[in-house]
């Protein structure tokens, strides 16, 4: 098989979906991973050159499972992203250690388990990994304490993937996005907060699914051959602020 194939987990919907449908524009094969059987199927029922797979990426034994079905559908794996993650926000006091565990064992055992799992097969490609950390990886925020925490550790195993499997040629990056027009954010950022959002961005918007997917094939791409253990903040600016008041935003003094 000479098509480029690229294996997405949390495909069934958001930047996984999004990220699936350019990678498909681009001529990719995709594998399509998620722990939501109905969704994904559902997602993949409407799409052409995917493969469903339904798997938890925090289960050592799901990922080894779908591993062995990936490397039977293709015979060959270009790119992994690495997308699956859950938000659980609260204050610091109140995050015992089932709320923290719950979160990092997606956020980043994940990664790790699914890297580790196709990293055989993207040696024989030379191919690309990218991780998809968040902006509260980069900053710390409050009521993040386990999310933010799973972001920065991801941004960090980044680096450590880059720095040893370079030698075989494989490419790991980082995509750290910021507040993202998903369908979650919708449901739990009230008017006070989106506005509040949009005066801290430069851009003063959200983004879409489609901006953060457009950076991750980038990524996977030969465009970017010469690019690796680097986080590409996706946050519309939103990274680089933290003094001044947007009220004086504009003014000449």
């Known amino acids: 098989m000479t098509r480029k194939v690229a294996v997405v987990t949390g495909a069934a919907r958001g930047i996984g979906l999004a990220t699936t449908k350019l990678f498909l524009a681009d001529g990719y094969a995709v594998a399509m991973i998620d722990r939501d059987a109905d969704a994904l199927h559902d997602a993949a029922g409407q799409l052409q050159d995917v493969h469903p797979v339904v798997c938890d990426v925090s289960h050592p034994d799901q990922v080894d499972a779908m591993a062995a079905e990936v490397a039977g559908a293709f015979d060959r794996v270009d790119a992994l992203v690495n997308n699956a993650g859950v938000a659980d926000f609260g204050p610091i006091q109140e995050h015992d250690f089932t709320r923290w565990r719950r979160v990092m064992e997606t956020n980043l055992d994940g990664v790790f388990l699914m890297s580790q799992a196709l990293v055989p097969h993207l040696r024989e490609t030379r191919g690309a990994i990218v991780n998809i950390a968040s902006i509260s990886g980069l900053r710390a925020s409050?009521?993040?304490?386990?999310?933010?925490?799973?972001?920065?550790?991801?941004?960090?195993?980044?680096?450590?993937?880059?720095?040893?499997l370079g030698e075989w040629g494989i490419r790991a990056n980082c995509v750290a996005p910021g507040p993202v027009d998903t369908k979650l954010a919708l449901a739990v950022h009230s008017p006070e907060i989106r506005a509040a959002y949009h005066d801290a961005i430069p851009l003063n918007r959200y983004g879409s699914e489609q901006e953060i997917a457009e950076v991750i094939v980038f990524l996977c791409s030969g465009r970017a051959s010469y690019v690796t253990g680097q986080t590409v903040a996706?946050?519309?600016?939103?990274?680089s602020t933290g003094i001044g008041l947007p009220a004086l935003r504009g003014q000449t003094a």
Do not use: N, P
Request: glycine share 14%; proline share 0%; charged share 15%.
């Open 142 to 164: 409050t009521l993040r304490v386990a999310y933010g925490t799973s972001k920065a550790a991801v941004i960090h195993l980044t680096k450590q993937q880059a720095a040893e």
């Open 234 to 239: 996706s946050d519309g600016g939103f990274g």
